[in-house]
């Protein structure tokens, strides 16, 4: 193993300070991390450190969502082949997906971390572990067959505007995959919704319908699908959206590992809970009475588990986070039954919760704040 | 009557290296050594020139903000070198040692027959005015000063530190004596917090408010004791003393000598009998770790792994230090170390790592960074060590903004830098949390005073 630190040490000498092409180290350094933990000691402050560091945290993110995407590679390929053939077999079905898959993976870290490590050297600063997150979470929230050219233009627009554009890493206030999903939404709304997009190949074969569970019922029709189909997500929809089972186990890793927030998951379930059982005692349409089923469909699953709880964009005191985590559930279900345009509505819950997460926070703090300056005003009045 | 501290934030981290309860001497140092760095703020005015001869307890210099307060030689010898670095800022003051101390003598007095004022001009005449420090700000308390109250913490919870029951259970009428004078600089409470899990040696102190403190570490922090018992507001003022500080005190009035003789802990994993020795002042860290050490490539710390400073074998120990740990060095590269669970060895307070199944395991512990700096992400781990009633992260942004009213509002004047001590330790980003809250204070103390 010497042999390899040394060699990759004389690879990285034209790039060490002072040198030639030291402008370039971020690029070289966030390659040589990723094999090694750097030999870097504490200058300052506590001698020891904490083992954990952000390439750890964010990775056991993306372990997190590998169960999620794997059963979504197999489902893109599942939903298209199972309307035009009697059996599917589950490695056809695997390698159907993922030849849509993992192009769309290649694409969204290609060009984003092509951003972040450009946006690392400009500014001169290590490359953030960040994006290996949010460039695999973007093609799971998207439809099967969104060109790559509109998935390369979403994660342009995400990682430009919605977080360089703030400081980068840390200072974004929209969370970034969703804000790429909303561009893709916005710009290019006949690629993201309709009845003809969920399904891998339902807009140029005419035997394959697309239509996701959502949808069908804004139009007024039945859901076509029994409870077992909905959670364990042998549904059409976005990519990794549809299987709450595989979702819960990444949820269950993201709570245990403790690098998701569970304030924010238990208490975005209860918010889509309290508003579908709010719903389904009115019971004007489809949609209503849909109940709690509600909790079972669309992307409330995985938004909450994967991206409400991006802590960046999140509110960040643990109170803060009830109420954040609540409110997002409970937005969801609201425009997703009032406006069936948007029959997804957990997106739009989301940014418009990341909008507020720092008003949210603010009067959390504020609450510390007053009591400072009750006691304050209290030691003056016995002085 | 005594007012129980319960925390629950906070980490108690089990370290290989803690020393044992035996007391052994250590060959007098040659050279001591007075750094002034290790007074906040203090800017040295010289009294003596190199080469003069000092008696021990002799003033050396005083503060240009503060002229009363005056440092004094903790040995007797001759100044052989004042040690500049850039502008001509005096970084080192060393003494070169006689072998047997002779002492300014100053008298023995009773502090209970005297008065505030006259307890008050002994102590800055005679050099122990510096043991006793302000918060907020943590620095040496200005002299004309009068605190709500003062605080002596004789529970130090840090991982590897000296344990105070072991330090001065030989001392404990010079304790009294130090309470005794303390007891006469405020118009308020002296507060003595100890460990509450053992039956302490100064259950019998009297003259203060005893409190008994049980969590994790910090509850051993004077500052976290401070939020609990009597918290401080915008304008006021409180000083705390360390517990052997408080016994050269007593000894001052006792003895009428300044008299640094202190014991500390040699602990640390890369010590080979980890143990209390009894030193001086400023000594020769070559003195006090030579012989003892299991290994070359190791970090020397003059305090305790979170707080202390990095000090090499030819340096001396710190004014303040009670314990030298010392620890390996981390200057090695882990292949795929960054993986989750990777390092069963490593603590981490994640439960990304393996350490959260091992509760009751010691680890050994080095200086690794184990990552890179990075921006804040990662939320509310901050919180799980921080005891007091702030939002540190909160707090440390507003902090690095320079956004004094903020800083304010979110309670700076309650924090010392020790107490981000373990967010230094825990947090993902690697951000350096105790020099950002000292950066802050200094802005403070410039902005508002």
Known sequence: MKFLRDKIDQIKKPFGKGEKLEKFAPAVNALDTFLYVPNHTTKHGAHIRDAVDLKRTMITVVLALLPALIFGTWNAGYQSLIQIQETVPFMDALIHGAWKVIPMIAVSYGVGLGIEFYFAIVRGHEVNEGYLVTGLLIPMIMPIDLPLWMLALSVIFAVIIGKEAFGGTGMNILNPALTARAFAFFAYPTYMSGDKIWVSDASTTDAISGETILGKLAAGQE????????????????????????ILVGAAILVITGVGSWRIIVSGFLGAAVMAFLFSIWGANPLM?????????????????????????????NR??????????????????????????????????????????????????NRRKKRVAKQLKTA | MSKDIRIKKGLDLKLVG?????????????????KPSDFHKVTPKLVLKEGA?????????????????????????????????EKRVILEINILADAQDTFVEHGKK???????????SHLLASGCWPFIKQRPYDV?????????AIFISAYSSAPLSADVEVALKDKLISFQAGVDVLAKLTQGKVHLSVNGKTNSIFSFVSGVELHKVFGPHPSGNVGVQISKIDPINAGERVWVVAPQDVAIIGDLFLTGKFDATKVIALTGSEV???????????????????????????????????????VSVGGNLGYYANTVTVIPEGNQYRMFGWMPFAGANKHSMQRTALSWLMPGKKYVADTNLNGEERALVVTGEMEKVMPLDIYPMQLLKACLANDIDKMESLGIYEVAPEDFALIDYTNTSKLEAQVIIREALDLMINEVG
Do not use: C
């Not at chain 1, 959670?231 to 709450?244: D, K």
């Not at chain 1, 909450?304 to 802590?311: L, R």
């Not at chain 2, 803690?18 to 007075?34: F, H, P, T």
């Open chain 1, 223 to 246: 859901a076509g699908y029994d409870m077992w189909s909905m959670f364990a997500g042998t549904i059409p929809g976005s990519i990794s959206e549809t299987s709450v089972l595989w």
């Open chain 1, 289 to 317: 009475d849909f109940g709690m089923l509600h909790l079972l469909v669309g992307g409330l699953a995985f938004g909450i588990v994967f991206m409400a709880t991006d802590p960046v964009s999140a509110a960040q005191t």
């Open chain 1, 320 to 369: 803060g986070k009830w109420i954040y985590g609540f409110l997002i559930g409970f937005f969801s279900i609201l425009i997703r039954v009032f406006n069936p345009a948007y029959p997804e509505g957990v997106m739009l819950a989301i940014l418009l919760l990341n909008v507020f997460a720092p008003t949210i926070d603010h009067y959390v703090v504020e609450g510390n704040i």
């Open chain 2, 18 to 34: 803690e020393a044992e309860a035996k007391v052994d001497a250590v060959s007098r140092s040659q050279v001591y050594s007075i």
């Open chain 2, 53 to 85: 001869e000092v008696k021990a307890g002799e003033v050396i210099f005083y503060s240009k903000n503060d002229e009363a307060v005056k440092f004094v030689s903790p040995v007797s010898g001759k100044i052989n070198e004042i040690k500049r670095g």
């Open chain 2, 110 to 120: 009773n502090p209970k027959e005297l008065s505030a004022d006259e307890v008050k």
């Open chain 2, 140 to 148: 040496v308390a200005t002299s004309t000063d009068s605190p709500k």
């Open chain 2, 272 to 310: 080979s009998k980890p143990q209390y020795y009894t030193i001086r002042i400023g000594a020769q860290i070559k003195e006090i770790v030579s012989g003892k050490l299991a290994s070359d490539n190791v970090r020397i710390v003059s305090g305790d792994v979170f707080t202390g400073d990095k």
